[in-house]
């Protein structure tokens, strides 16, 4: 399966369009840095809101990597799934097209085996596009702008999180980042194998997500209790929760503490199971669809 799983990722940065990826993202980051290095105060200041009339500020220190970074997913990581479908719609669809999937399943591996490696190919690349996001917004943020303590405003109420306690809440959010990305790679598998061009999947995973994304976001009360706890959306940007710490009786933040860790593991458990069922939907109706092409 090792052999198999080379070729596969071989195969998925062959394509020029793997990179459009990378760039991409490089682009954004680079933009959002820019524009933060010549005024972020003003947009600091915006963030604030009326706070910035109650309390003295000091925005050249507030605005620092740690900072510049969490601004950067809040911007972009809604954006990350569209990049990510490109591939994993591509996976069982493109082979189709190209008329390689009849000539691949005449070799001694199982039609699971094969689905599987295709799909662990793709969450390779899944992983290795958000760690290339991780350096830059996060090592190229520090570089740039340094570090210091980090600053977030929450429903009016400014929270400051020691410097020595930021490093381990970004590694903790971006692995359940690369959980909630790969629920979408999972999405873009299971419609690539309906499909004989990625066209299709690509974009019907770029709508789902659309729509699943403006209902998540709808404060209306009967998709409140019914609809959107169990939309994938409405989980995947719980990697905020961690950046959200528990105050102690002087309203200062309690040093390692997560203010709401079982909503977080509850939401990376409901992703999980997204997982489970896109992929093993996809191995069974691979398992019994004919190929002609």
Known sequence: MWALLKIEVFKIFKKPR???????????????????KADGVSYLEFLMGSLKDSIDIPYQIVLNGYLVCFIILNLLLIHVPLLVALVAGDAVAGEANMGTLRLLLTRPVS?????????????????????WMALLSLLLSIFLFGTNDMVITRNDVVEQIQRSDVLWRYIAAFAYAAVALTTVAALAFLLSVFADNSIGPIVSTISIVIVFTILSEMQIPIYDTTVKPWL?????LAWKGFFYSKSDAEGQAIRGSIENLPAIMRSLGILLGYITLFVGSAVVIFKKKDILS
Do not use: E, G, N
Not at 22 to 36: C, E, G, H, S
């Open 18 to 36: 793997t990179y459009i990826s990378f760039a991409a993202i490089a682009a954004m980051v680079a933009i959002v840095q820019v524009a933060l």
């Open 111 to 131: 039609r699971t085996r094969f689905m599987l490696t295709k799909f662990t190919a793709c969450v390779i690349y899944t992983i290795l596009l958000l760690v």
């Open 232 to 236: 994938f959306t409405s989980h995947m």
